[in-house]
């Protein structure tokens, strides 16, 4: 046999090979299941309605409105039910220690009622995909905080504040809100809402960026830098 027919019968079992062993891998990480949801499992746990929502040390966490207060656990059908840290003091609800990190493929949704008013955040990130029309307050320490709108809601948001510190981090969606309320120290927004008044204060290295609302008075110091887009 020549030697370049070796060789080439030789290439073409390695390709081979590589296929199989990647085809393999797949099927045991299970990357190749695809993410439909006949592949995922929720477990669902109702609370009483709270006031306070405390996040401490957690990430991938959705919150949304509706009309009875529980929360969802999904994750993939094949794998352990994640540890999920909840506990009720009084009015308030705690979650803890839900890391993105270790939680692979796993989602924590939480529905909470009007009765929601305070929201607060310690080295976490939360996506708010509806805020309903009421007002919110959110209080952030080295946290960040995505906020979105149902669409088909036809009332704007009547009020939302924002206390951030310690490198907190804020964006919004394209949505109406009546008065916004910021108070950043070393943080950062970059908001796309179209607020009707926005008022607060930026210190210690702070950034916003925000439409032009029809009302706007905002202190800054030095370190800070305030950009407001008309648009």
Do not use: W
Not at 4 to 16: A, D, G, R, V
Not at 30 to 59: E, W, Y
Not at 224 to 230: A, F, G, Q
Request: net charge positive; proline share 2%; with cysteine.
């Amino acid at each position: 046999m020549k030697t370049s027919k070796i060789i080439f019968i030789s290439l073409l079992s390695t390709i081979t090979l590589i296929i199989l062993a990647a085809a393999i891998d797949l099927r045991i990480s299970g990357k190749g299941t695809g993410n439909s949801a006949d592949n995922f499992k929720t477990i669902r746990q109702s609370f009483p309605n709270f006031k306070v929502l405390s996040i401490d040390n957690s990430m991938n966490i959705t919150l949304e409105q509706k009309d009875s207060s529980f929360v969802e656990v999904i994750f993939l059908k094949d794998s352990l039910a994640p540890k999920v840290n909840f506990k009720t003091r009084g009015d308030t609800l705690l979650l803890s220690d839900f890391e993105k990190s270790v939680h692979r493929n796993v989602s924590v949704i939480l529905h909470a009622t009007d009765s929601l008013r305070i929201i607060r955040l310690k080295n976490s990130h939360v996506e708010v995909d509806c805020l309903g029309s009421h007002g919110l307050s959110f209080e952030l320490d080295n946290s960040s905080l995505t906020l979105n709108q149902n669409t088909q809601l036809k009332n704007s948001c009547q009020s939302i504040a924002i206390y951030a510190r310690n490198h907190s981090e804020i964006n919004s969606a394209d949505f109406g809100v009546e008065l916004l309320d910021l108070v950043l120290a070393n943080s950062k927004a970059n908001l796309r809402l179209k607020a009707r008044k926005i008022s607060g204060s930026l210190t210690d290295n702070s950034m916003i960026i925000v439409r032009q609302p029809e009302e706007i008075a905002l202190k800054k110091d030095p370190s800070s830098k305030v950009n407001v887009n008309d648009y």
